[in-house]
């Protein structure tokens, strides 16, 4: 009798255990065209790259073992010191700016009762030109003859040139260039606020700025400090309106580290010390990242 009411207990548990396995070998299957690229195309990449630092190797790959070397010759270097404040100076520049024109570019967006599409597509329309367009458009506008700001301003500043504004006019660029994604991420955010919060505040008297730091500024701050992150290591990224605009000079004053790494890479055939400055820029981002999300989430939870 036991025997009996047991047995189909057993069928149906292996039936469980089948289909358990059914649905483990579909998932695996989809998982892993992902999977494989991820390895072949970012961990061995990565893990290459980390190997090559290690070495003397040239462009080639082809090198001995020199093991932590090329590291202490980096920290000796004072290029590598002047392209690490050169990234700072221009993180600076750009990430804080760039948010606070997104925020309030989307404070008015969202606002708007007409045209609202329009204005949110030319807002967001550099954003999705390639790097050659802009740089090309900014040196035709801040050209030093004929460029359209020194006309109106009788100037014969070369922006691009000077050891001091070359910096700062390569950030405006690249803020003029990326604001658009900022500005469409608060807007997401914006709209996700319910209304009926703005409602209930209305009533008890709230208005103004009151609003903004009492219902806007808590509820956008998730966005905030996403865009925070995002900007962060994008801006640690910085190559390609460097070397289009200014090529790291003038006298290295925009000489950014990932473009000391090509210049040592694939001008000076150095590929291991390349590869370590690319080591050392992937920890910094790295320590910068994870003490930003620490720093933010200490402002949400307060």
């Not at 020199?66 to 990234?87: C, H, I, K």
């Not at 260039?177 to 914006?190: E, H, M, Q, Y």
């Not at 606020?193 to 806007?216: M, N």
């Amino acid at each position: 009798m036991l025997e009996t009411v047991s047995k189909p207990g057993r069928l149906v548990s292996q039936e469980k255990q089948m289909q358990l396995r059914r649905r483990g070998i579909t998932a695996l299957l989809m998982v892993a065209p992902f999977l494989l690229i991820y390895l072949v195309f970012l961990i061995y990449p990565s893990l290459r790259v980390l190997q090559l630092s290690l070495t003397n190797a040239d462009l080639t790959g082809q090198g001995q073992y020199v093991g932590l070397s090329n590291y202490a010759r980096l920290l000796r270097e004072p290029t590598f010191w002047t392209a690490l404040l050169n990234t700072l100076y221009f993180i600076l520049l750009t990430v804080i700016p760039n948010t606070l024109v997104g925020l309030g570019l989307a404070l008015l967006v969202v606002r708007l009762k007409r045209l609202k599409g329009l204005v949110l597509a030319c807002f967001f329309l550099p954003y999705v030109l390639p790097v050659s367009v802009v740089t090309n458009i900014w040196n035709w506008v801040l050209d030093s003859n004929f460029g359209i700001v020194n006309t109106l301003t009788h100037s014969t500043l070369a922006w691009f040139q000077d050891p001091v504004w070359a910096m700062p006019a390569v950030a405006f660029v690249t803020v003029w260039w990326t604001v658009g994604f900022n500005i469409l991420l608060f807007i997401a955010g914006l709209q996700n606020i319910p209304p009926e919060i703005y409602e209930a505040a209305a009533l008890d008297g709230a208005s103004g700025f009151r609003l903004f730091r009492s219902i806007t500024w808590p509820n956008l701050w998730p966005v905030t400090s996403l865009i925070l992150l995002l900007q962060l290591i994008a801006q640690f990224k910085i190559f390609d309106q460097v070397y289009l605009l200014t090529s790291g000079g003038p006298f290295d004053k925009t000489l950014v580290l990932l473009l000391y790494s090509y210049r040592e890479g694939f001008q000076q055939q150095h590929g291991g010390y390349a590869s370590t400055i690319g080591v050392v820029l992937m920890v910094v981002i790295l320590a910068a990242s994870l003490l930003q999300v620490r720093v933010l989430n200490r402002g949400e939870r307060a």
